[in-house]
């Protein structure tokens, strides 16, 4: 348990610290924060094994257990500590100013819920490690003090999400009452064997735990808080929702219904399917409606990209009720290559938005003239997402959710997504090309301002000028960049590392 203890001890250690330290000192919060991450991404390795247990039933050959470090709660918690980190490195030096010791504190405390997750093996485990990942980030979305567009972010998400819990927590109660227990692996003995009066109930119970999940993980009809949330939460923040708030809703739906619900797989089964190609459908589209606007949020845009990748990653879960639960293992490989390269262009917009704060897709017109290094790599970035060449890990995962879908007998799920895959082309292709066109300069050009100021992470510094690029955002763009070229080089080697020892 050593992962998500010591993200919360030194979400504590920020906490007190913040008390004492002057304000010209605050960067030492960061540190600290990045040094528990750190901390905490290295105590995986122990752990690699992947068959380890704890809080279990009596006899403890019943196999029910609480908390599982095996290989699936392994890879999710890499991916969810590496986003967390790559989230910190962003923020160390971020244009926006916020206060700090409330930032890095909840950063750490939803990082705490978040790996927490993968791990729990019971319902009540799960929704508590899903309120802990997500109450701090209501916050973090509403941290810009004064910020109209925050605090409607702020509440559109929280309003959204306790729906959800109150959903969840309604279909547990009506599990937990037709089965008499909690923990997954009895779950899924006790539901074949349900007394006929209580059939409608532990089936309705399933149908609202997947809803509640569904919310969480952005499937449409339930995404409608994703594109207002990402654009006005401080940057940081939206990259960390994007990948580590998908990770952990994901993580917990796929617990849920291939551990827990086997036994209703013929009820989620097309139920994910139908939610897989309608949420990349309306991703995709929506994402094509921005792009044709360059005045239009380039976050907005990979907001309602977000959601169609979404879409994606449902497809082997889906396909998992009507064939082997190996094809689980394509969703951890899809999420990991997905963490690397939409950290990537969040780490490449961070930096478009010290001189551009509106991150207009215009802005990034004739970016290769100005950063020709941060033009390539978001080039990159943008290629993988769209599955093309050079970005040989985009197109790997691609293949192996279409894989899925089609060994699943999921021919049409195969169709709607090769359909999407070529609707995302356009608008991805067209914001690469946008980056090496000959930039517009007006005589009569202002400069964007931002709609309201606030304090920042850490004590106030002066503005970025001339071409300027800080470490932290340097740092998260290089080695997400050079992440996915690796990968792109191994891609089998992702494939393998999420699905040896699922489950």
Not at 366 to 382: E, I, K, N, S, V
Not at 416 to 427: C, G
Not at 435 to 455: H, I, Q, S
Request: hydrophobic share 55%; aromatic share 8%; proline share 6%.
């Amino acid at each position: 348990m050593a992962p998500p203890v010591v993200v919360a001890a030194a979400a504590l250690v920020v906490l007190v610290a913040d008390l004492f330290l002057p304000r010209e000192r605050k960067q030492v919060l960061g540190l600290i924060t990045l040094a528990g991450l750190v901390a905490a991404l290295a105590l995986l390795v122990p752990l690699r094994d992947g068959d380890r247990s704890t809080f279990c039933l009596t006899p403890a050959a019943s196999g029910a257990c609480s908390y599982t470090a095996d290989h699936f709660a392994l890879a999710i918690q890499a991916l969810v500590l590496v986003g967390a980190l790559l989230t910190a490195l962003l923020s160390l030096d971020d244009t926006r100013r916020l206060p700090a010791g409330e930032f890095w504190f909840l950063l750490l405390s939803s990082a705490a819920g978040a790996v927490l997750l993968p791990a729990a093996r019971d319902l009540a485990t799960l929704v508590i490690a899903l309120e802990v990942a997500s109450l701090p980030a209501f916050a973090l979305v509403g941290l810009k003090r004064g910020d109209r567009r925050s605090s409607e972010a702020a509440l559109k998400f929280f309003l959204s999400s306790v729906v959800a819990t109150a959903v969840t927590l309604l279909g547990v109660s009506f599990v937990y009452a037709a089965t008499g227990t909690l923990h997954l692996t009895e779950l899924a003995t006790r539901l074949d064997d349900v007394p006929g009066q209580l059939g409608t109930l532990a089936e309705t119970g399933v149908v609202l735990t997947l809803v509640g999940f569904a919310f969480k993980t952005a499937a449409a009809p339930f995404h409608f808080w994703v594109p207002d949330t990402y654009v006005g939460a401080p940057l940081p923040v939206a990259a960390y929702l994007s990948v580590v708030g998908k990770a952990a809703g994901f993580s917990g739906l796929i617990l849920v219904a291939v551990i827990g619900f086997p036994a209703y797989a013929d009820v989620w089964g097309p139920a994910l399917a139908v939610l897989a190609a309608l949420t990349m459908t309306v991703g995709n589209v929506a994402a094509l409606r921005q792009n044709a606007d360059r005045a239009r949020s380039a976050v907005r845009l990979l907001a309602w990209s977000s959601v169609g990748q979404a879409g994606y990653l449902l497809v082997p879960v889906a396909a998992a009720a009507y064939a082997s639960d190996r094809h689980v293992g394509s969703t951890v490989a899809y999420a990991l290559m997905y963490a690397v390269v939409n950290l990537g262009a969040f780490a490449v917009a961070a930096l478009v938005a010290r001189t551009h704060p509106g991150n207009r897709l215009s802005d990034y017109r004739g970016l290769y003239a100005d950063r020709p290094l941060a033009a390539l790599a978001m080039a990159f970035f943008l290629l993988c997402l769209a599955g093309l060449p050079p970005g040989i890990i985009g197109l790997f995962a691609k293949v192996t959710v279409f894989s899925a879908a089609v060994d699943a007998g999921l021919g049409w799920l195969a169709v709607v997504m090769a359909v999407n895959v070529v609707i995302a082309l356009y608008y991805y292709l067209r914001w690469t090309a946008v980056l090496f066109r000959t930039p517009e300069r007006a005589a009569d050009e202002v400069p964007d301002r931002p709609a309201g100021r606030t304090p920042a992470v850490g004590p106030a510094a002066p503005a970025p000028t001339g071409h300027h690029v800080p470490l932290p955002v340097t740092l998260a763009i290089a080695l997400t960049a050079v992440a996915g070229i690796v990968l792109s080089g191994v891609p089998q080697t992702i494939l393998e590392f999420a699905a040896v020892g699922l489950f």
